[in-house]
């Protein structure tokens, strides 16, 4: 395989001290969030202030979250600016409030594809993208034993 | 009442100039820059060594991996009066998005201050030469883009997408009723000679048939990336009555900021809402003047779902119904509340807020030619989402 026609890669995400808790849990298959050590509320990502409690110490550490929430929006994409991508096309993108905590929310892959039923207010689990090279990333499925909030 | 904008009125728009706009222009930006700016003095009835005041916002595109070059893909305001060979006394940049009413905020408060007496305001846009605006070929994701880009969440599109499909789903609206934004701002940019779309309206049938990217933004959601560049003059109101030109005054203005702090391409719909109402609270409490007396409102439309959403958080239509305003209300020819009588960026390519503002100053001072609205005293000009722009309101007469 010359160079020109190898496959893109999708975008390994690249740990630092803010985040590396975070993928290191995502590589056991645990989502885990950062929790302000002043007010104890989670945000998502890690800001340099707790958005909370506006602490300017806020001591994040990543603690194991229930992954469990609601669809609030979502888009399908049938293109991708991202070449990685490119034989994913279309995949659906859900933008998720996690029960955990009020407004809490996180964008991932939904892994049952275009064709799922879906609406606002739809219950989601989380579960892990396998990647060949890089952590698993944090995505999410449908949950078929849960009534949506509609 | 004394808690009006303490500047209402002080300022007012006394000229401008368009350059074409065009997918790539073969003169450098820098120098589309300067003839636009000269034009614009000129047209003010102006010489350049009037002018002692310069602001830009000259943020974007930064996208694609191109590097920034000052005079070539943006243009600071610097760079234009240090290429004018002039060393003005007020010289700044306006730092966010909403670069058009951003940089109106800084004209008016420096000329209402005596910080300068002649403002150029100018805006220059670039569209990269090579690549997809947004593409990029990136293997990993530092920083914030950790966080999406691995999950293939990455560029405005999909940014905009989510918003736009939760006020689709929530108000059981339909895309399709999208396709009346299109055609009237099409048909307007159509009649604008320097728009990217002179003579190239469209069809309802022409948007429904559009590639769609990320449901349900689809290629024609999305304003064409363009070099274009657009020069405004602004004086103290005392100074503009001796100009040619009908002076539109600058009645107040109000910025938006998101309540929370999110990812920077994470925007739910509440956030954009709520940052729309408060500029409203914030336009009345400066201006006095409700929405009820704007006859000319000019909607930011970079991408489409905007329109919806600054007509509805301006209370130019109930919440949830734009997406049926836009089926009767809209058409300017027609005696419509024209929104989109300027084309938008919709209608003349990505020039940002340039349309707007300039729709503003054009019809408010009875410039607007054959597109001239029979009522056209007060006039909104808005930019970018709420949540990070802003709007400006201008009147015919000061208040
Ligand atoms: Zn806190």
């Known amino acids: 395989m010359t160079p020109d026609t190898a496959p893109a890669h999708k975008p390994v995400p690249v740990p630092d001290p803010t985040s590396e808790a975070y993928w290191a849990a995502a590589a056991e298959h645990r989502l885990a969030l950062a929790r302000c050590g002043r007010c104890g509320r989670f945000t998502h990502p890690p800001d340099v202030v707790c958005p909370h409690c506006l602490s300017t110490d806020p001591g994040f550490t990543f603690e194991p979250v229930d992954g469990r929430g609601t669809v609030r929006s979502w888009t399908v994409l049938r293109d991708s600016f991202l070449p990685g991508f490119a034989d994913d096309i279309p995949f659906v993108l859900v933008d998720v409030e996690l029960d955990v905590q009020v407004d809490l929310r996180l964008i991932g892959r939904l892994v049952d594809g275009p064709d799922a039923p879906l609406r606002l207010g739809d219950r989601v689990v989380t579960v892990f993208d396998a990647r060949d090279d890089g952590p698993p990333v944090p995505a999410f499925a449908l949950d078929p034993t849960a009534e949506g909030e509609r | ?399």
């Open chain 2, 1 to 399: 009442m004394s808690d009006r904008f303490a500047a209402r009125s002080q300022v007012a728009i006394v000229g401008y100039a368009h350059s074409p706009v065009r997918r790539h222009h073969d003169v450098p930006l820098g120098a589309l820059a300067l003839d636009t700016a000269l034009a614009a003095i000129a047209d003010a009835g102006l010489t350049k060594d009037d002018i002692d005041g310069f602001t830009t916002g000259s943020l974007l595109p930064t996208s694609g991996g191109h590097a920034s070059v000052d005079g070539v893909s943006v243009v600071t305001a610097n760079w234009l009066a240090e290429h004018l060979g002039l060393n003005p006394r007020f010289c700044a940049g306006f730092q966010g998005f909403g670069q058009i009413p951003g940089s109106v905020t800084m004209a008016v408060n420096a000329l209402a201050t005596g910080a300068a007496d002649y403002v150029v305001l100018h805006r220059a846009l670039h569209n990269p030469p090579r690549g997809r605006y947004h593409a990029n070929p990136m293997t990993h994701a530092a920083g914030p883009r950790q966080w999406v880009a691995p999950q293939g969440y990455f560029g405005p599109l999909s940014m905009i997408a989510l918003p736009y499909n939760e006020y689709l789903q929530r108000f059981g609206a339909s895309r399709d009723a999208m396709a009346a934004v299109l055609v009237e701002a099409r048909a307007n940019g159509a009649r604008i000679p320097w728009s990217y779309w002179y003579e190239k309206p469209i069809t309802t049938q022409e948007y429904l048939d559009a590639r769609v990217i990320a449901e349900p933004i689809g290629v024609l959601d999305c304003d064409i990336p363009v070099d274009g560049v657009a020069a405004f003059v602004l004086t103290r109101s005392d100074r503009a009555r001796d100009l040619p030109h009908q002076p539109v005054y600058v009645a107040g203005y109000a910025m938006g900021s998101p309540k929370r702090t999110r990812l920077p391409t994470h925007w739910p719909l509440d956030d954009i809402m709520e940052a729309g109402f408060e500029i409203r609270r914030r336009l009345e409490d400066a201006t006095g003047l409700t929405p009820d007396v704007v006859d000319v409102p000019q909607l930011y439309d970079g991408f489409s779902p905007f329109v919806y959403f600054w007509l509805e958080s301006l209370g130019l239509c109930p919440v949830g119904e734009a997406h049926r305003f836009v089926q009767e209300g809209i058409d300017a020819a027609a005696g419509g509340l024209p929104i989109l009588s300027g084309g938008g960026a919709l209608g003349n390519g990505r020039m940002h807020g340039v349309p707007q503002m300039l729709e503003c100053y054009l019809q408010l001072s009875q410039r607007a030619g054959d597109r001239q609205l029979t009522s056209a005293t007060v006039g909104l000009a808005c930019h970018s989402s709420p949540h990070f722009g802003g709007a400006v309101m201008y009147t015919a007469e000061p208040l």
